[in-house]
T-cell receptor
Framework: DAGVIQSPRHEVTEMGQEVTLRCKPI?????LFWYRQTMMRGLELLIY????????DSGMPEDRFSAKMPNASFSTLKIQPSEPRDSAVYFCASSERRGTEQYFGPGTRLTVT | GNSVTQMEGPVTLSEEAFLTINCTYTATGYPSLFWYVQYPGEGLQLLLK?????DKGSNKGFEATYRKETTSFHLEKGSVQVSDSAVYFC????????????FGAGTRLFVKA
C-alpha cells in the first residue's frame, strides 16, 4: 500500500482565500484523523471520523474550518476564509479501528500571507 | 481528564550515550500506549507500542515498558546514533468508544557525533 496520501504537499495562499486539503487513507482503515502542528501549540487533533462519520470535532478551532468524508477513501479539510494564524502543517492519519496505531501522511504545509 | 506528560526537550546526547525520555499518563481504564517518532519534514510514524500492563514494546533498539503502578511508559535506548535525532511523541489511546487519542507535547532529541 502507498500509505496515507495527502495533497497538496505545500500550499501558499492569501488571507481570505478558501483552502482545501485532501487525504486518501490506507485502504481498509476505518478511522481517519486530521491534525494540525505548529511550534507554538504542538500537535492538535482537529477532528476524527469512524466509518466515514465524524465522531469528535471538538478540536476544530472555529466555524471557518470544516471537514468531510464522503466515502471510505477520501476526506477533505476546508478553511474558508483562511487567516495567517492558520499557517501550520496539517496531517491526516488513518488506523484500522479505534485504539490501534495511526499511520500518518506526509503533511500539507500551509502558509497564509 | 485524560492526559500524557513527557519530559521537555531538547535533549542533547553524544553518540552511543544512553537515552531515557520519560512519559506518564492519566486515563480511565487501561489505554494502549505508543511511542511515535517524527523525522524532519515527515509525518509521525509508530516506533513501538504496548497494549496491556507489563508489556514491553521494542523496535530499532528502543524499548518501553507499560507500568500500571506508576502510570508510566518511559522510552529507552542503550546507545543512540546520530540518525536517532528526531522528535519523539508519547501517546495513549483507549479501546472504548469516545476515548480520544492523546499525544504528549513531544521531546526533541539531538545526537552529536
Amino acid at each position: 500500500d502507498a500509505g496515507v496520501i495527502q495533497s497538496p504537499r505545500h500550499e501558499v495562499t492569501e488571507m481570505g482565500q478558501e483552502v482545501t486539503l485532501r487525504c486518501k487513507p490506507i485502504s481498509g482503515h476505518n478511522s481517519l484523523f486530521w491534525y494540525r502542528q505548529t511550534m507554538m501549540r504542538g500537535l492538535e487533533l482537529l477532528i476524527y471520523f469512524n466509518n466515514n462519520v465524524p465522531i469528535d470535532d471538538s478540536g476544530m478551532p472555529e466555524d471557518r474550518f470544516s471537514a468531510k468524508m464522503p466515502n471510505a477513501s477520501f476526506s477533505t479539510l476546508k478553511i474558508q476564509p483562511s487567516e495567517p494564524r492558520d499557517s501550520a502543517v496539517y496531517f491526516c492519519a488513518s488506523s484500522e479501528r479505534r485504539g490501534t496505531e495511526q499511520y500518518f501522511g506526509p503533511g500539507t504545509r500551509l502558509t497564509v500571507t | 481528564g485524560n492526559s500524557v506528560t513527557q519530559m521537555e526537550g531538547p535533549v542533547t546526547l553524544s553518540e552511543e550515550a544512553f537515552l531515557t525520555i520519560n512519559c506518564t499518563y492519566t486515563a480511565t481504564g487501561y489505554p494502549s500506549l505508543f511511542w511515535y517518532v517524527q523525522y524532519p519534514g515527515e509525518g509521525l510514524q509508530l516506533l513501538l507500542k504496548a497494549t496491556k500492563a507489563d508489556d514491553k514494546g521494542s523496535n530499532k533498539g528502543f524499548e518501553a515498558t507499560y507500568r500500571k503502578e506508576t502510570t508510566s511508559f518511559h522510552l529507552e535506548k542503550g546507545s543512540v546514533q546520530v540518525s536517532d535525532s528526531a522528535v519523539y511523541f508519547c501517546a495513549s489511546e483507549g479501546n472504548t468508544g469516545g476515548f480520544k487519542t492523546i499525544f504528549g507535547a513531544g521531546t526533541r532529541l539531538f545526537v552529536k557525533a
